[in-house]
């Protein structure tokens, strides 16, 4: 038996792609002893193991940071590992984390389930937070926070928690998966910028990466040495697939946004629904919170139902025609989603609504949809009472 070696296939100055190159490795292989021994040296800048970083993923990881207005990134996984990772490296036993109550689920969970168990004290603040004040601690370590939330879309004071956090040496953590690509938030304090690239960055729903971005370089040293030590990395040909998302990032972004406040504006004149949350439209309660911290929306809008009995509900989103019924929005597909925020809150604050209705407006021409939403709402207001109708739209929590 003859062995066939692989090919080689050498890097060539005749070829001159307009598109990055993709990268594929487990091995990579050293020039002598002492480079192979000294390996570990290359954890930050060069290569030395697949797991820990390809050309194309450090490409990547520049493109991101630059977007976030950082300095440097590390792509993960996963959106949500972008936020547990961060938490694992930098909480111990002992150490309070103080978390926006309006965090994407998965981190809450993590965050009350897992940190819990480690020993980590965790503390949920108002999703519309404008001081943490009262809740710091000689350990506060850690303040997580997701402006605008998942599902109801508050938005926290960030530079004044930021100051707030930093006076006790607390590092500030924020999830910019909603703001990717419309905000600068190191510039209002934030140390740690997590974004699930799986949504705008990446845009076609066939993804899931997330990036951890930072100014700091002691701190992206940390980080980075703990991601590599939970053994997390992502492969050249996803790296790929968001670096394509991103070239159309600003004109996606731009369309969704508009057709998103264009869906707004018509929902708040719709009878059937109580409440409509889109903080780009200067309506939204939020509006000027939203100016200081992003310059501009997406393709993001929820309302409270007035009828929030389960089969009327499902009533209007199954029979929707052009929503398809989904999480992970970020694509270029228009979906819906219901969520249940009664169970999703444990700080006090002032009322939380129960069922939730998420839109997400894709690329595709509004009016449709918006007819569809039409017909969705007339089934909404027809359908008969169903048991639980009796519950009020938005009920008030204090909890935890
Ligand atoms: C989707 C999402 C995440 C998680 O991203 P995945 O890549 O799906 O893990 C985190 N935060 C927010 C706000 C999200 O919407």
Redesign the pocket.
Known sequence: MSATPPPQVPASAAFRSLTPAVHRASTVVFEDTASFLARRSRLFDGFSYGLYGTPTTRALEQAVAAVEGGTRSIVV???????TQPALALLAPGDQVIVADC??G??REHSASLLRRWGVRVDFMPAEADSIAGMLTDRTRLVIL?SP??YSLEIQDLAAIASQAHAVGARVLA?N??GFGSSRLFEHGVDVV??????YAAGHSDV???AITVRDEALFRQLKTAVAAMGLGVSGDDAYLVMRGLATLDVRLDIQAAHALEASRWLRAQSGVARVMNPADPEDGGHARFARYFSRGNGLVSFVPERQDLGALAAMIDGLQRFRIG????GTESLVALADLSTARSAPQRAVPMYVVRLHFGVEPVEPLLQDLAAGLARLRAAPASPASAAPAEKSLSID
């Open positions: 996984p996963s959106g949500l590992a972008a936020i965090v994407y998965p981190t997701e939330g998942s999830d998966t909603w997590s974004t699930a690239l799986s949504k899931c990466m997330g999480a992970s929005w970020g």
